[in-house]
């Protein structure tokens, strides 16, 4: 079955950096886009960062677009999340997933990442 293994989350003070990675099975990784979001406490679950299948393209939400970077492994089957700069406001829950809402029955633990001094 479809399964996402979330990790590398942790606190870390404004201006440090983690990387996230996703590890994925249940299905043919290689062949779809790949999107991290993420969720915070009292919000919406937002998008954060897509990667295609094909060729690697990348888009990012405006808030983190300079400082995240999305790439993926499809020998790996796994997904990272490069995050520099980090600012409090990007305390959250992280989860990824296939890309598009028609995946969102479906999701790992999530990993926690907060940004605090």
């Known amino acids: 079955q479809v399964q996402f293994v979330e990790s590398g989350g942790g606190l870390v003070q404004p201006g440090g950096s983690l990387r996230l990675s996703c590890a994925a099975s249940?299905?043919?990784?290689?062949?779809?886009?790949m999107s991290w979001y993420r969720q915070a406490p009292g919000k919406e679950r937002e998008l954060v960062a897509t990667?295609?299948?094909?060729?690697?393209?990348?888009n990012y939400a405006d808030s983190v677009k300079g400082r995240f970077t999305i790439s993926r492994d499809n020998d790996k089957k796994t997904m990272y999340l490069q995050m520099n700069s980090l600012k409090p406001e990007d305390t959250a829950v992280y989860y990824c997933?296939?890309?598009?809402?028609?995946?969102?029955?479906?999701w790992g633990q999530g990993t926690q990442v907060t940004v605090s001094s």
């Open positions: 997933n296939r890309a598009g809402r028609k995946f969102w029955l479906l």
């Open positions: 249940g299905f043919t990784f290689s062949a779809y886009a």
């Open positions: 990667i295609s299948a094909a060729d690697g393209t990348r």
